[in-house]
């Protein structure tokens, strides 16, 4: 075979893989007539890096919805394993119902970029300080806020297993939010939960007792406060049910729990 058939070849190869692999037979291009694969690509999303208070880097991937008007903003916090491929498809759903989001890599100021071994990502999760993962979550506030196409005053977040805990942490220390998703994350203690301020909405597994245990004192000091707290338990499932693999993953609560998070945040940051 001879060179020029074979960078042919592989041309084409590349090319397939840009149009999702629609080939016919023979090789040919089955897409039908005004039809493109790439027109189904409504977002538009990057890996980028800014600096904490301290001059530390952080990694983080942000994506944009298309539309005309500045867009609301929310910051999703990964779970306990770190940043892993799951997240960013998280951003991208959120980028795809109109909203710019943006989710950190919360180890990235200390080790560089969360690990893929899960393990290892869990161990280093239990290394950070606080404050510090506060610090990080003002640095991305404050990148996400200085982005042209963010309307200022509409930032919410979103966080599962540890991010969902860091969700409702961050609630207490910026009162600059608008409202706050936790996704099966343990609320913060009683001290944190008297400066909330901000509509929080609760998305839990009904086999997920060590979390819901802690609901009835916390629906009770958010109600006293005035503060919205709509939450349910989703039958059938269990810890970390959003992300695939997980129990009740594969059931129709999943869809149910999304439903739920799009109207809230409708409500809440599209006024």
């Not at 990694?59 to 779970?79: F, G, L, N, T």
């Not at 009162?175 to 343990?186: H, T």
Request: proline share 7%; charged share 20%.
């Amino acid at each position: 075979m001879s060179r020029s058939m074979t960078t042919r070849g592989a041309v084409k190869a590349l090319m397939l893989v840009a149009l999702g692999g629609a080939v016919g037979a023979g090789g040919t291009y089955a897409i039908r007539a005004g039809v493109h694969p790439l027109d189904r690509i409504t977002t538009h999303g990057e890996w980028v890096k800014f600096a904490n208070a301290k001059g530390d880097s952080i990694r983080a991937y942000v994506a944009y919805p298309e539309r005309k008007d500045a867009a609301p903003a929310v910051i999703v916090i990964h779970e306990i394993f770190g940043l892993t491929d799951w997240e960013p498809t998280v951003v991208d759903k959120l980028a795809g119902a109109g909203y710019v989001a943006i989710v950190p890599d919360l180890q990235s100021s200390h080790y560089g970029a969360s690990p893929a071994d899960p393990d290892s990502g869990r161990k280093i999760t239990a290394l950070l300080v606080p404050d510090d993962v506060t610090a990080d979550l003002d640095a991305t506030f404050g990148y996400i806020t200085s982005l042209p196409s963010v309307k200022k005053n509409a930032v919410a977040t979103i966080g599962f297993c540890w991010g969902g805990g860091q969700s409702f942490r961050y609630a207490t220390n910026n009162p600059k939010l608008k409202a706050a998703v936790v996704c099966y994350g343990p609320p913060p203690d009683s001290a944190g939960l008297s400066r909330i301020h901000i509509p929080i909405l609760g998305i839990y597994g009904e086999n997920d007792n060590r979390i819901a245990s802690t609901l009835g004192d916390v629906t009770a000091r958010l109600k006293a406060q005035g503060v919205p707290f709509p939450h349910d338990s989703y039958p059938g499932t269990g810890h970390g049910f959003l992300k695939p693999g997980r129990k009740g993953s594969d059931t129709d609560q999943v869809g149910k729990a999304w439903d739920a998070i799009f109207g809230f945040y409708h409500q809440y940051l599209d006024k």
